[in-house]
């Protein structure tokens, strides 16, 4: 019999040891992809912490896309395991995303909107492979992420600007974050893909304010994530 769900002793953010033995009870009970956890209320009693501390750390499990909580119907895993980044590097990415997703938007709208006006024959055709690579990912069961890359690639190749181009290319590190972040939301890949094609149907029809309204709709859902709504530092002190 396992004992990954003993009690614990009190530390600061408790949630944390709650993730270290949720991920030990996991290992051990060979849990994987689309199986269920225990109840909160019987993770909280058996670990002897507050409902508080379990739910936070669920949460962050779900941040990162290690598992599905759905109203009324539990936990589920999303993956074969619950090995999650440190909340340290969770909490920094946090903090950074919302200048990340303010940058895109202020840049990435223009771009649109100038590739609305400069895109050329061979602009259309990369834009076009991009969402076609986009769909097979997500036909195959994958979030898209290589054919978004493209698509957002491609459209700033059409804008034809050395400059804007070159400061997309100064964050595209934290633009990768953000595009994982959005990406692993339920149901977002799909909605993605819908989204880029009304910003390639209006490229495609050279309507420069109809292309950037579609990439500022688009970037704004990119914003919305489940990341955003955690709160670190939720009090979480033991108890039941």
Do not use: C
């Given at each position: 019999?396992?004992?990954?769900?003993?009690?614990?002793?009190?530390?600061?953010?408790?949630?944390?040891?709650?993730?270290?033995?949720?991920?030990?009870?996991?290992?051990?009970?060979?849990l994987g992809a689309g199986d269920r956890?225990?109840?909160?209320?019987?993770?909280?009693?058996?670990?002897?912490?507050?409902?508080?501390?379990?739910?936070?750390?669920?949460?962050?499990?779900?941040?990162?896309?290690l598992v599905e909580v759905r109203h009324?119907?539990?936990?589920?895993?999303?993956?074969?395991?619950?090995?999650?980044?440190?909340?340290?590097?969770?909490?920094?990415?946090?903090?950074?995303?919302?200048?990340?997703?303010?940058?895109?938007?202020?840049?990435?709208?223009?771009?649109?909107?100038?590739?609305?006006?400069?895109?050329?024959?061979?602009?259309?055709?990369?834009?076009?492979?991009?969402?076609?690579?986009?769909?097979?990912?997500?036909?195959?069961?994958?979030?898209?992420?290589?054919?978004?890359?493209?698509?957002?690639?491609?459209?700033?190749?059409?804008?034809?600007?050395?400059?804007?181009?070159?400061?997309?290319?100064?964050?595209?590190?934290?633009?990768?974050?953000?595009?994982?972040?959005?990406?692993?939301?339920?149901?977002?890949?799909?909605?993605?893909?819908?989204?880029?094609?009304?910003?390639?149907?209006?490229?495609?029809?050279?309507?420069?304010?109809?292309?950037?309204?579609?990439?500022?709709?688009?970037?704004?859902?990119?914003?919305?994530?489940?990341?955003?709504?955690?709160?670190?530092?939720?009090?979480?002190?033991?108890?039941?």
């Amino acid at each position: 019999m396992t004992d990954a769900l003993r009690p614990m002793t009190a530390k600061p953010r408790l949630y944390e040891q709650v993730l270290d033995r949720l991920r030990s009870y996991a290992a051990e009970g060979g849990l994987g992809a689309g199986d269920r956890l225990p109840p909160e209320r019987d993770l909280a009693a058996r670990l002897g912490v507050s409902r508080a501390s379990v739910k936070q750390a669920i949460v962050v499990l779900e941040v990162q896309g290690l598992v599905e909580v759905r109203h009324g119907g539990g936990t589920y895993l999303v993956r074969d395991t619950l090995d999650a980044e440190p909340v340290e590097q969770l909490v920094e990415r946090r903090r950074r995303l919302p200048d990340v997703l303010d940058a895109r938007e202020a840049l990435e709208t223009k771009l649109a909107e100038l590739a609305a006006e400069r895109r050329t024959d061979e602009d259309v055709s990369a834009m076009d492979s991009a969402l076609v690579h986009m769909r097979d990912e997500i036909q195959a069961g994958g979030h898209g992420i290589e054919g978004d890359r493209l698509f957002h690639a491609a459209v700033t190749a059409a804008a034809h600007s050395g400059i804007l181009a070159e400061f997309m290319r100064s964050i595209a590190d934290q633009i990768t974050e953000s595009r994982h972040e959005s990406l692993r939301q339920p149901s977002r890949p799909t909605r993605s893909l819908t989204q880029h094609r009304a910003i390639f149907d209006a490229i495609v029809a050279r309507q420069p304010g109809r292309a950037a309204a579609a990439m500022r709709r688009h970037v704004q859902t990119v914003a919305r994530v489940r990341l955003l709504d955690w709160d670190p530092e939720e009090n979480d002190e033991q108890g039941t």
